[in-house]
């Protein structure tokens, strides 16, 4: 065995990442405006169902939609990198792929790892969302879900200076319940999937667009006065509250992540792939645009501090109908990102199953359909648990963290493949070249990417670290608590198993 400095370091030979890519046992059935369709029922959803409306009310009032736009203009630059990378290297796994044939087995692990962590709480908090919906509208219609059963055991509560957890008590077996359906249709299929997806896909953005040409006669500009609001402490309001809003809003834009994991299953990966990365990006970024602007317009932003905040906004100016319609509306958006997010985050174990890093349980196809069936129902129980106990702010941050750590990797690694097989034939390249430096070479893109990810990242550590001293210690033991599991279950598990250790 090689010294362990170098066996972490031990590269997938990018032979062997191509077979296995052709030999998966998953069907190609996935065309460019189906990606698209994924990335978009993956992007739109909790970011601008739910979220929106915390990061007006607690962080960035009116200038929300800045917030959205840095969020969007970061993830652009990230954008780029996945579609080159998913170019060359249309790979199960998508960014836990490239990072093993790039930049070797620890990195993989640790973005694996980080990944499992992003789709995992970004399940969750999708989950806590669909949940705050259906109760509102089942409360519309007469119906009422006892808060025991409808609220995380959590809460977050906005103080001066930021805001605090604190228990209540609930369990949210209603968040729970929607996970464990969307784990029965993935299940049963990928195509089925896709075409439950492409309905709901179509529903919510429907509903969206209504919502932005009907509410756009009815908006009081008062209501966007100050634009900005005054600082008052930390980052609540004033510009640091536009770029804390954006990094809690950055997890929204999860979606072309998913685009990436989808490879194996696309038609012609190298040219379908990234069309769907930058198609769906497109899409949804001038939606939640749209939909910010016209939502901070109808109410004042401290109303927005709900579970349903674009329902409250057309309810408060008399509009009941259209409100009972948003929550409809919201239900398919939250489903159907909920069903892609776990779709994919079931494929990554199944990439590191395949690896050998995770037990072989996680990459064994169901017998009938043909999916992870092992997988998709373990990641979305795991989902689950976080969904019944935590609340959607918390789960938000925490990942955004995993996601800031995912993107960066990926800027990395398309310099490293860039400076390692500059000749490699590339479908799709990022924009605005790059120079050498040293035998190194520097993009434009992926170091724009890499200062984006910086700049999202600050304002999340720095509230985290501020919550633990002063006695919030809930998210900081969270993250701490999962990295030393990801180490662990590395050295004692992974690092043994891996089958390019053991010759492929």
């Known amino acids: 065995m090689d010294k362990p400095p170098r066996s972490f370091l031990m590269r997938k030979p990018m032979e062997m990442a191509r077979r296995d890519a052709n030999s998966g046992g998953m069907t190609r059935t996935l065309g460019p405006w189906q990606l698209i369709f994924i990335g978009i029922g993956c992007i739109v959803g909790a970011g601008v169902y739910v979220m929106t409306g915390a990061a007006a009310a607690h962080y960035a009032g009116p200038a929300v939609i800045l917030s959205f736009l840095i969020a969007a203009l970061a993830c652009g630059f990230i954008c780029l990198c996945y579609a080159e990378l998913a170019s060359v290297l249309p790979l199960s796994g998508a960014s836990y792929a490239y990072a093993y044939t790039v930049l070797g087995e620890v990195f993989a692990w640790g973005l694996g790892w980080m990944l499992m962590l ?16 259906l109760t509102s509208l089942l409360g519309d219609f007469g119906v009422v879900v006892p808060a025991a059963l409808s609220t995380s055991w959590l809460r977050t509560q906005g103080e001066p200076g930021g805001v605090t957890l604190i228990a209540d008590g609930g369990i949210n077996l209603v968040a729970v319940a929607a996970l464990g359906l969307v784990a029965w249709v993935l299940v049963r299929g990928i195509r089925q999937s896709a075409a439950v997806n492409t309905v709901l896909v179509v529903v919510k953005v429907g509903v969206l667009i209504g919502f932005v040409l009907v509410g756009a006669g009815r908006v009081d500009s008062a209501n966007w ?20 809003a954006a990094s ?68 408060a100016v008399g509009m009941p109908v259209m409100a009972v319609i948003i929550k409809v509306g ?21 990439a590191m199953s395949s690896d050998g890093l995770l037990p072989p349980r996680f990459s064994g196809l169901h017998p009938r359909f043909h999916t992870p069936g092992f997988a998709t129902i373990i990641v979305a129980g795991i989902s689950a648990v976080a969904a019944a106990l935590l609340p959607i702010a918390l789960l938000a941050d925490l990942v955004s963290l995993g996601t800031i750590a995912v993107f960066s990797t990926v800027a990395i690694a398309v310099m490293k493949l860039r400076t390692t097989h500059p000749d490699l034939p590339r479908p799709f390249k990022v924009p605005l ?72």
Not at 118 to 133: C, I, M, N, P, T
Not at 291 to 312: E, H, Q, R
């Open 330 to 350: 919201a239900l398919t958006g939250l489903a159907s990102v909920l069903l892609i997010n776990t779709y994919a985050q079931s494929r990554v174990c199944h």
């Open 225 to 244: 006065l100050p634009f900005i609001p005054e600082n008052e402490g930390g980052f609540r309001y004033g510009v640091p509250g536009i770029f804390r």
């Open 118 to 133: 992003e789709f995992g709480l970004a399940g969750a908090a999708l989950a806590v969302g669909f949940s705050g919906y």
């Open 433 to 504: 070249g790059g120079i050498w430096v040293g035998g190194v070479w520097i993009g434009t893109v992926p170091v724009l990417a890499l200062a984006s990810c910086v700049m999202m990242a600050v304002p999340v550590l720095d509230d985290i670290v501020l919550r633990a001293i002063q006695g919030d210690w809930a998210p900081a033991l969270i993250l701490l608590a999962y990295i030393a599991c990801g180490v662990a279950l590395y050295l004692g598990y992974g690092y043994r198993k891996a089958r390019i250790r053991a010759g492929g």
């Open 248 to 315: 809690i809003l950055f997890f929204a834009y999860l979606g072309f992540e998913a685009v990436a994991t989808a490879a194996a299953e696309a038609k012609r990966p190298q040219r379908d792939v990234p069309l769907g990365i930058l198609g769906a990006l497109v899409a949804s970024s001038v939606l939640y645009g749209a939909v910010a602007l016209v939502m901070t317009g109808l109410v004042p932003f401290t109303a927005l501090d709900v579970p349903d905040p674009i329902a409250v906004a057309v309810g």
